[in-house]
């Protein structure tokens, strides 16, 4: 009997895939404040799902003795069934959320397990993606039995010199484009674009007022009305230990800006109307001075 072999070539691929996939949810496990429930449901059923696509990609790019007919249709109803989670978890992640908690009640009250156990806790934490996971996979799956089923197997590739097969390291760089360069411009994004707008300010340092689509921010004071602190107006931060909220500012004049934090942020005034004066502003409406 002929034993199976696995080449470097696809331990690789598996390794690359397991890092990336490491790096992704570790990007979003070290920003707590990004990480709202459509993020988290986004991650736990995109990521799983991804993997199994690109792998249909590289063995259909491959093609060495595979059913090409079944990874088609595998590939195709796979990419749509990721896509459909993608858009649900994106408008309707309540939806998702509460479909997996029903099947957890019901699985609990089968089997008569206490849900408070720390045992449950861990069944709940490996089994959400397994069983996010599982619908798309399902109709990937069959998406390739269908396609196997109505359309024959097309003829064999021509044989390919022996020297070409080992340029198979090719296939790991379509599976870091495939993958590892969306995951790389998420962080990217994340790093450089959200992550400064989000960040915690230390207490004694200097910010400056920047509203988009705004000349300022209105602030109140107790003993004199509310006026416009205009842009580049500089605050001392005196606290920003309040819980996040992420959000877009709905109010702006260009339409919603960029994904900001909206919790509270104790300052002092340094300039304008109130200099001297303690107030809260916005961390969306503040930028760290250099």
């Not at 736990?44 to 259909?60: C, E, H, K, Q, R």
Request: proline fraction near 6%; glycine fraction near 8%.
């Amino acid at each position: 009997m002929r034993q199976p072999r696995i080449s470097v070539v696809s331990i690789l691929l598996a390794v690359a895939a397991v890092a990336i996939d490491y790096a992704m949810v570790r990007s979003l496990c070290d920003r707590p404040a990004l990480l709202t429930d459509k993020v988290w449901i986004l991650a736990l059923g995109a990521v799983p799902m991804a993997n199994f696509f690109t792998t249909g990609i590289v063995l259909l790019l491959r093609g060495r003795g595979i059913n090409e007919v079944f990874l088609r249709g595998f590939v195709a109803c796979g990419g749509l069934s990721l896509l459909v989670y993608c858009g649900l978890a994106t408008e309707s992640p309540r939806m998702i959320e509460h479909w997996t908690e029903s099947v957890f009640d019901a699985l609990c009250y089968l089997t008569g397990s206490d849900m408070s156990s720390p045992a449950w806790a861990a069944l709940e934490d490996l089994g959400v993606p397994v069983l996010l996971l599982l619908p798309q996979l399902l109709i990937a799956v069959g998406g390739g039995w269908l396609a196997s089923t109505v359309w024959r197997r097309p003829a064999s590739r021509p044989a390919i010199d022996v020297t070409l097969r080992r340029l198979e390291l090719r296939w790991l760089l379509v599976l870091v484009i495939l993958v590892a360069a969306p995951a790389m411009a998420v962080e990217g994004v994340l790093r450089w674009t959200i992550d400064p707008s989000v960040a915690r300010l230390e207490a004694g340092s200097i910010a400056t007022v920047e509203v988009a689509g705004a000349c300022g921010c209105w602030v109140g004071l107790p003993d004199r009305p509310a006026f416009i602190l205009t842009n580049g107006a500089r605050v001392r931060v005196e606290d920003d230990d309040e819980p996040s909220s992420v959000g877009t500012n709905p109010n702006t004049l260009a339409g919603p800006g960029p994904v900001v934090d909206w919790r509270w942020v104790k300052v002092t005034l340094l300039q304008g109307e109130g200099a001297g004066s303690e107030t809260r502003l916005r961390r969306g409406d503040l930028k760290a001075a250099r």
